[in-house]
């Protein structure tokens, strides 16, 4: 994506094939810093820091993750045993988002293929630049499908103003292009479609109210950011016309996994007959679950990202409480949406209801 009249994306290998640059997402939107990776430690700190985040991109950092795990040890040490137990520790960085255990599971069934250590280490640096790239082709596609579902609401409202809520950040910073709740959406504004989007601040790390608003503001797409209570409101007053989430995990039935809070979207959509929809590439689904309340993992983070709020003051990153000290703080970081309050999934395939048969119906050779 373009920031400032450059290509941008959130990871890429440097062409030295030994370092992994990514942006460091706990800066913005007041500055815009690159990290570099340089060992298996350093991706998995970037995961479990939220260096980077977003099912997406959290992927995409588990699979150059391998690549420098392969990279960074002695040739006659790149055996099955070790690069198990790096996976191992690559996966358990973040337990919620799917997209994790796929992307490791994939390269490191792809490099046990071969024997010769310069062998593996070429597989996993190819596939992880492999997986990265078919994402970035997965979200452009849910891009292009999700664009009819704004459009029709355009022509129903004879030109005026499309208003679309999200939640959290699954823009590009999420994923590595495109974004996937924010594909329809870069789609829809590039066909010059008049829209809108409400920004949900996101508490308590205001993936919303940093990174969404950033982007979107970086693509010129007019927005405004609420309070994540305000979406109600607002969909009682007649002011959303669609709402298009993310998805960190999705069960093979249609249960969604999402930042905490979105299932109240879900439920305040339902109450104003309001569509509310889930963009997803297949690497978020996950194939083996049924039900999604008790099965999901959700990760609970510390408390004291509910504690303390980090802002910008005089020109420096502060860190304030916003609570009394000795208040107990519970932080639960995402939640499920049963399928049932689920419109539709927008995926690369196209659009499905959220059941079992319409997932099948586009997946059929995960059935
Ligand atoms: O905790 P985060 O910021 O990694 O959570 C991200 C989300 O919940 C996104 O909405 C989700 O990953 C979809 S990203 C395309």
Partial sequence: MKVDGKDLRTIWLDPDEKTVKIIDQRRLPHELVLIDLETVDDAITA???MAVRGAPLIGATGAYGVYLATLNTPRHTIEDNFLM????RLKSARPTAVNLAWAVDSILAEVLKENQPDKRIATARDQAACITEQEVERCKKIGEHG?????AIRRRKQGQTVNVLTHCNAGWLACIEHGTATAPIYAAFDQGIDLHVWVDETRP????????????????VKHTIITDNAGG???????????????????A???????IGTYLKALAA????????????????DWNLKDGIKEIPIEERDPDEIRYIDGRANGKNERVLICPAESAAANYAFDVTPSRLVTGFITERGICEATQEGIKRLFP???
């Fill in 47 to 49: 995961i479990k820091d």
């Fill in 85 to 88: 137990t790096e996976c191992d």
């Fill in 233 to 251: 409101y607002l969909m009682q007053q007649g002011k959303v016309d669609i709402v298009i989430v993310g998805t960190d995990r999705t069960t």
């Fill in 253 to 259: 039935t249609g249960d969604v996994a999402n930042k």
């Fill in 270 to 285: 339902r109450d104003n007959k309001i569509p509310f929809y889930v963009a997803l590439p297949s690497s978020t689904f």
């Fill in 205 to 220: 790390l205001n993936q919303g109210n940093r990174l969404t608003a950033w982007e979107l503001g970086k693509h010129g």
């Fill in 365 to 367: 050779e995960q059935f």
């Fill in 147 to 151: 664009l009819p579902l704004i459009d």
